[in-house]
């Protein structure tokens, strides 16, 4: 995204707009900010969040009537100068979305200590194998794509 002087935006093509907020999609991460550069977060595409939004971003018109309310909502949320009962109300609505999208978070009901370290262990055994591909690219890239 960028601003030219008489203050018209203007989007990459890997830019969504909604409202005063532009969604950017990186290699690894959905960089969502406002038009004024003020409020700029990265979101990892390993994260149910990071996938979710970089789904919606490439579903077009019916994914931007979704991203629309969900950026109403967070500006909502973070408008409001809490309370107590506030921030009791909206920690027991994030615990019943999350109950409610168990599959989304890989929740499973009864885990045990034993299923978090397997779980531990394969999130390392992939980010090991993202490596090791990002590097043989890289090597590829540096010998020119030439085989021995």
Not at 34 to 40: A, H, L, Q, S
Request: aromatic residues 6%.
């Amino acid at each position: 995204m960028k601003i030219k002087k008489d203050g018209n935006v203007c989007l990459d093509e890997k830019d969504t707009r909604v409202g005063n907020f532009v969604f950017t999609e990186e290699e690894e991460h959905v960089k969502a900010q406002d038009i004024g550069r003020m409020f700029v977060v990265r979101l990892s595409k390993r994260l149910p969040i990071g996938i979710w939004l970089s789904n919606i971003i490439g579903m077009a018109s019916d994914g931007l009537v979704t991203l629309k309310t969900w950026v109403a909502t967070i500006w909502t949320v973070l408008s409001v100068a809490p309370d107590n009962d506030y921030i009791r109300d909206l920690m027991n609505a994030a615990e019943a979305c999350l109950n409610r999208h168990k599959d989304w978070y890989g929740i499973k009901d009864g885990a045990t200590e034993e299923d978090d370290a397997k779980a531990v262990e394969e999130v390392k055994e992939m980010s090991e194998f993202e490596d090791d591909v990002k590097k043989a690219l890289e090597k590829e890239k540096g010998d020119g794509g030439k085989e021995e």
